[in-house]
């Protein structure tokens, strides 16, 4: 039988080859799950999150992974260490414009634009194709000028809507002692280290140098910038881009 990632790979090969017959390259699209070492349904998801990232490659749909831990998983004994409120908080301003009964894990929510049961293995790669084909209209262009400095430029259209600086970490993993997952070693992907607001779109678009002030505990090597611009009213993500501080 045919491995998931081997069919996820066709997938995206044929949306990659079909942006390519049109002329346009492929479209970044921000994933971002929301997940919790407290809860045992979340490993499959954080699996395939890392999945999507192993497919990346140049001429394919980018997927710029978030990994956002929330904190209301964070009893029987066990606190997920890369929690925080604000992704809960992130989490309820989606379920109210998906108009959910509360939110759950573990959930993917695809360039702001759809959600779905991140163990809806189907469902997640046909949103994540789905977006691809949307031509951004912002253009975000992103340059290291040192290890800790990242120069942003945005172009775009739109104005007002808000600027996003990201950043994640690869590689991380915990032997949970408790909880839903006791006994188990779980491995994340693009986990959340910073989520902040760095601007707004004007007229004139969008350029600014950031400090981004790492913490001496990330690994360089496997810690990422991530930049997307969301729409105040819709929520919809409408540009984004990455790159790797150990590019530099």
């Known amino acids: 039988m045919r491995s998931y990632r081997y069919v996820l790979l066709l997938f995206i090969c044929s949306v990659a080859s079909m942006r390519a017959f049109a002329g346009d390259a492929p479209a970044p699209v921000v994933?971002?799950?929301?997940?919790?070492?407290?809860c045992s349904s979340c490993p499959p998801a954080d699996q395939l999150l890392a999945d999507?990232?192993?497919?990346?490659?140049?001429?394919?749909?980018?997927?710029i992974a978030l990994g956002e831990h929330v904190d209301y998983w964070n009893h029987d004994g066990w606190t997920d260490r890369f929690s925080s409120r604000q992704f809960t908080d992130r989490q309820n301003n989606y379920a109210q414009k998906f108009k959910l009964d509360s939110p759950f894990t573990p959930q993917m929510v695809i360039d702001g634009n759809q959600q779905v049961s991140a163990?809806?293995?189907?469902?997640?790669?046909?949103?994540?194709?789905?977006?691809?084909?949307?031509?951004?209209?912002?253009?975000?262009?992103?340059?290291?000028?040192?290890?800790?400095?990242?120069?942003?430029?945005?172009?775009?259209?739109?104005?007002?809507?808000?600027?996003?600086?990201?950043?994640?970490?690869?590689?991380?993993?915990?032997?949970?002692?408790?909880?839903?997952?006791?006994?188990?070693?779980?491995?994340?992907?693009?986990?959340?280290?910073?989520?902040?607001?760095?601007?707004?779109?004007?007229?004139?678009?969008?350029?600014?140098?950031?400090?981004?002030?790492?913490?001496?505990?990330?690994?360089?090597?496997?810690?990422?910038?991530v930049v997307f611009v969301q729409e105040k009213n819709s929520g919809a993500i409408i540009g984004s881009a990455s790159v790797p501080l150990a590019s530099n």
């Open 119 to 225: 163990n809806d293995k189907s469902a997640v790669v046909h949103a994540i194709l789905a977006a691809a084909q949307q031509a951004p209209s912002a253009k975000v262009n992103l340059r290291l000028s040192s290890a800790a400095r990242l120069n942003v430029e945005v172009q775009s259209d739109h104005h007002s809507d808000d600027i996003f600086l990201v950043i994640t970490e690869d590689g991380l993993k915990t032997e949970v002692r408790n909880g839903e997952n006791k006994g188990r070693t779980l491995t994340h992907v693009a986990v959340v280290h910073r989520l902040e607001k760095i601007g707004s779109l004007s007229k004139e678009g969008f350029s600014k140098e950031i400090n981004l002030a790492l913490d001496k505990s990330w690994n360089p090597k496997s810690t990422r910038a």
């Open 52 to 63: 999507l990232v192993a497919a990346n490659a140049p001429g394919r749909p980018e997927v």
């Open 31 to 38: 994933v971002e799950l929301f997940t919790s070492e407290g």
